[in-house]
């Protein structure tokens, strides 16, 4: 095939979107809403995982020394938890602080209870806060910082915390909430495939005929799918484009109605430049797919002539 | 041009639709194909343009062995058998020129031929005035011209015409008609299939008539032979 031919199909394919405007319309319609609905639940799934991760990084490992722990050995431990992969931050909390944060916990009559306490009177042990890289791992961790114990014969460590069996059953939510997301958002692109794809076949329909004398007088089957294929995906691009122009518009109002409310609530949505990449790629790349599947798959059912 | 041997055409449900039909038409003949509705001359002219595939026997058209033919060179050997019906199958969102030059586009024309020659057939069909109007702008005739031109736009060495008349008025169809044969006199080969008595029997041609799938009657410059 020529350059030239290559250009012809491209300019048949674009006229033929608007020569066959109201079937057009209809396509990029079912492809609208087909595609609207899936972003929408994309949305919804991406900040439902925004806030797992919210939830989910809150929990940390908290050491306790043993009181007996001299300062080498307390800085020992530390450079020993450092040492390990998967932990993020290690943060000394000195027994003044432990008990300062204690303070903060209790209420005002409830604090006067702490007063004579301080300094060398002071019952609590030095720690260290253990933040980690992914919050899934904190059970890991806290098993190997257990561990030093079994090594060290002064057995340096009181012990550690992390609300065990609570953190658990977080993580058992906040994956249940995750998959339950992907399946609902991989069950709407499937019925978004099936909605296009009839819209697509009672067009194509429409255009038997059509099929029928180009083959008559002589076209070969890529001279008749070339011009279908690139209406397929103008169809399919304009559709989805459309779809993530309204998507992100309705979601950057919704942000703005919300955010004072959401925020005393302490829920912070994802902003719309963290989704807009994401949703346009996903949606544009789908739409395109989409109209090039419908029209290959219903153009060749009619060139079998 | 033509030749079949022996032919016979089965459709998949069983029912014959021609038999041991054995003919040969010559280069820059003018041929009347007529019978009864349902005797089998529909199928006879798909064969020609390999719509349709003879189950039994052999047959060339244009020095091809027509059955033998490869699925992706079917549209080779089309570009040189102009086909005109009675609907005339144009492609409705197309202007007249652009339904004619299609034609010539498929064959990968440069564009300057592309121009030239369809404006030329155009010319000769007599509505190169239209050139720019859509089909349901024009009248039944009108459309069957742009059809004629569509038809001879690539200088077919065969024009298949099926019942190319049996939409139209009589003082349309002679205007018709005289334009085939002025296609003819012009040295291309011309297969019609035709209910029309008046035309047959005053456009004397050869005339094969074809009843109930195999070949009656075949005789030059014959007459329709049936009442209606």
Redesign the interface.
Known sequence: ??V??YV?HLREGVKNVF??GWMSFASMGSIVVSLFILGVFMLLALNVNKLADQIESQVEIRVYMDLNADKAKIEEVNRKIGRIPEVKKVTFVSKEEGLERLRQSLDDDARSALDGYENEHNPLPDGFDVEVFDPQKVAYVAKQIKAFNETDPDKPIYGVYYGQGTVEKLFRITNAVRNIGLVIVAGLAVMAMFLISTTIKMTILARR??I??????????S?IRWPFFVEGVLIGLGGSAITTAILLYGYSQLLKTTQYDLGLMMIQLSSVDEVSGFIAATLLSLGALLGIWGSTVSVRKYLK? | MIEMHDVAKTYPDGTTALSGINVVIDRNEFVYIVGPSGAGKSTFMKLIYREEVPTKGQLFVNGFNIGKLKQRKIPFIRRNIGVIFQDFRLLPKLSAYENVAFAMEVIEAPKKVIRRRTMEALELVGLKHKASSLPAQLSGGEQQRVAIARAIVNNPAVIVADEPTGNLDPETSWGIMKLLEEINFRGTTIVMATHNKDIVNTLRKRVIAIERGTIVRDEPKGEYGYDS
């Open positions: 095939m020529t030239r031919t012809r020569r066959n005929r059509e029928a004398i180009m083959k008559l007088v002589g076209a070969t089957n001279f002539v």
